[in-house]
């Protein structure tokens, strides 16, 4: 292995490893004030805040489709649902290469290039990120407390509307760079798409409400839990983005496992406690990779009752 090789993997024991000891120790300090007679599960949050997530997974699926749009030919939607949806899961294997691996296979048969497939991943990733930063900055307050106490009202609305006018700009001329850069990773030319600018802002736009619906939904999961215990909606809600960002980011964390509980601890306990937050945190992480499960089971029946199976030769 070269020595590259040795010291991601260093780097990728060393921040899981951190992350977990910071869990342990939550747990072990904060979980003698937690009583398990506190969570009462309210079944009617639970299905709310489900319904929310899954609308917001086939939403995402929507907006890679119309990125793909952008390459040439595309699947159908149930069709593009079941390859989503499949492949995500994929995402907890250690390395990246297993799910644009399954990606580019599965969506080979509807003439859908493997640079279009991965390409318009990639992208949907990057205006994801920009949009869920452009909303942790309006709501920084609410998440960083004594920090940001002082602050005027208008900072966070003018950090929103400075970032999100750079993003207007820096967009556009950004796409073509990330051809140039697929090309050299790839080693020979690549189509890369050059949608107008009016498309590109309507497609930055369309990723504030992911950001929204996730954390209206993790904010009724944790009410569903503790009631009027649970953080409000938006502390609870911007400490769920700013944690899946950092999930997303730490690429060296199969689907973020670990990094994003950490996070969600450590930005929850001072307003619910360290062990109630611990709870939260890994509560979240069952529920929707349940949730994920389900919907991707969803759609693989209904894929398999709609989709005409080819009739037999004779």
């Known amino acids: 292995m070269r020595s590259g090789g040795w010291f991601r993997g260093a780097l990728q024991i060393a921040a899981i490893a951190a992350a977990s000891w910071f869990l342990v120790r939550t747990a072990a300090v904060n979980w003698g004030t937690l009583s398990l007679g506190d969570i009462r599960p309210r079944e009617w949050l639970l299905a709310a805040a489900s319904l929310i997530t899954a ?19 595309r699947p159908p939607l149930l069709d593009a649902l079941r390859i989503w949806f499949v492949t995500n899961l994929a995402r907890f294997i250690p390395g990246m290469v297993w799910q644009f691996a399954g990606l580019v296979a599965l969506v080979r048969p509807f003439g859908v ?23 942790i900055a309006a709501t920084a307050p609410s998440l960083l407390g004594g920090w940001t106490a002082e602050s005027p009202a208008w900072v966070p609305l003018a950090s929103v509307a400075g970032a999100t006018a750079l993003l207007v700009l820096v967009v556009p001329r950004a796409i073509p760079l990330m051809g140039r850069l697929a090309g050299m990773l790839l080693k020979r030319p690549v189509s890369w798409p050059a949608p107008p600018r009016k498309a590109l802002v309507a497609y930055l736009l369309g990723m504030v409400p ?12 944790a009410r569903s839990l503790f009631g009027s215990s649970a953080p409000d909606l938006i502390l609870a809600g911007t400490a769920f983005v700013a944690s899946y960002l950092l999930g997303v980011l730490a690429v060296f964390a199969p689907g973020g496992i670990l990094v994003r509980e950490a996070a969600l601890v450590a930005t929850l306990s001072p307003a619910m406690g360290g062990a109630p ?12 990779l349940a949730l994920e499960l389900a919907v991707t089971f969803a759609v693989l029946l209904a894929h398999r009752v709609v989709k005409p199976r080819p009739a037999a030769a004779k």
């Open 55 to 73: 609308v917001t997974y086939i939403y995402v699926v929507i907006w890679w489709l119309i990125s793909l749009g952008w390459w040439g030919p």
């Open 210 to 221: 992911v950001w929204v619906l996730y954390g209206v939904a993790f904010w009724l999961f």
């Open 277 to 288: 937050a611990l709870v939260l945190a890994v509560a979240a992480r069952v529920w929707l």
């Open 113 to 135: 290039s493997a640079v279009a497939a991965t390409g318009g991943v990639v992208l949907q990733q990057v205006l994801l990120l920009a949009a869920g930063a452009g909303l």
